[in-house]
């Protein structure tokens, strides 16, 4: 199962500021406070096309990820996302249109000063046979588990550089990959604080264990990755997503690769 593509739909680059005296939900630093709930919705579009035009991989996903403020540091979450099967969209890979796939996560804040951090944990489960028929494919739940460090800089008038890795592996696979990611950008407040953006490089290296996949070789590659959001009212946002590949181990054989989508948070 290829476990990338089954987090495309989790993928949108979320990525600390103020809004007018209102906060700032669109980083991925943020967390709402004692008993609020922040909503995240997202779709998205991924295209990789090989050089000289031997294939064209497509998916298209959507998730909805609700985040419940415990205390005012600490959250929980769940997600359902669905990677659907539609024809000029998609390579029409799956069984149908209804592939889910669902995550449990919880993450912590912490300040020290202008430093701001973050950690969380997060457990991934989607059932192979759903998403592909079940001739040849196990009826079994894959399970993974993700956990990611986060780290900030505040350096006032909406500026926050910060730097997020994660780690994820599929854990009841004998002959289980590794994937690792490193994002490294910058979060702005603009426009008279109706406007967000981020921008950065995201960095992915993945091991590969076999036999399937890149034979047992390991994997290094860079995307650019950016997000844009408009603040509708006080606790509305929606906004645009997207990254696109750079260089690395699959630039021998990949003409292009880019992902683009759009999301709606809404803070209650």
Same mark, same amino acid.
């Given at each position: ?7 495309? #739909?989790?993928? !949108? !680059? ?15 630093? &943020?967390?709402?406070? =004692? ?5 995240? $919705?997202?779709? +998205? ?6 050089? @000289? ?7 298209? !996903? ?11 540091? &600490? !959250? ?23 592939? &889910? ?8 804040? @912490? ?17 192979? /046979? ?5 001739? +040849?494919?196990?009826?079994?739940? $894959? ?12 350096? +006032? ?29 910058? @979060?702005?407040? &603009? ?5 967000? /953006?981020?921008? #950065? ?11 399937? +996949?890149?034979?047992?070789?390991? *994997? ?27 260089? #690395? *181990? =699959? ?18």
């Amino acid at each position: 199962m290829n476990f990338k593509t089954m987090l495309l #739909g989790t993928a !949108a !680059a979320t990525l600390i500021a103020g809004v007018a005296n209102a906060k700032d939900f669109t980083g991925s630093l &943020f967390l709402p406070s =004692k008993g609020e709930i922040l909503s995240t $919705t997202t779709a +998205g579009y991924n295209r990789e096309t090989t050089k @000289h035009g031997w294939w064209a991989d497509e998916d298209f !996903a959507a998730a909805e990820e609700l985040t419940y403020g415990v205390t005012d540091n &600490f !959250a929980v979450y769940g997600r359902i996302s669905n990677n659907f099967d539609f024809k000029r969209l998609t390579n029409r890979n799956y069984n149908n249109e209804h592939n &889910f796939a669902y995550a449990l996560g919880a993450k912590y804040n @912490h300040n020290f000063g202008k430093v701001l951090t973050q950690i969380g944990a997060e457990y991934f489960t989607a059932q192979e /046979a759903s998403w592909y028929g079940h001739k +040849g494919n196990s009826s079994e739940w $894959t399970k993974a588990v993700e956990v990611e460090a986060q780290v900030g800089y505040d350096m +006032g008038d909406g500026l926050t550089p910060y730097v997020k890795a994660t780690a994820a592996s599929i854990i009841d696979d004998r002959d289980r990959d590794m994937e690792y990611s490193v994002f490294a950008g910058v @979060h702005k407040t &603009f426009a008279c604080d109706k406007m967000s /953006a981020d921008l #950065g490089v995201r960095y992915e290296f993945t091991t590969d264990n076999g036999p399937w +996949g890149y034979n047992g070789h390991n *994997t290094n590659d860079w995307y650019l990755q950016g997000e844009v959001n408009y603040f509708v009212t006080d606790n509305v946002a929606v906004g645009v997503f997207g990254d696109y590949y750079l260089d #690395g *181990t =699959k630039s021998h054989w990949v003409d292009y690769d880019y992902t683009v989508g759009v999301n709606l948070r809404v803070l209650f």
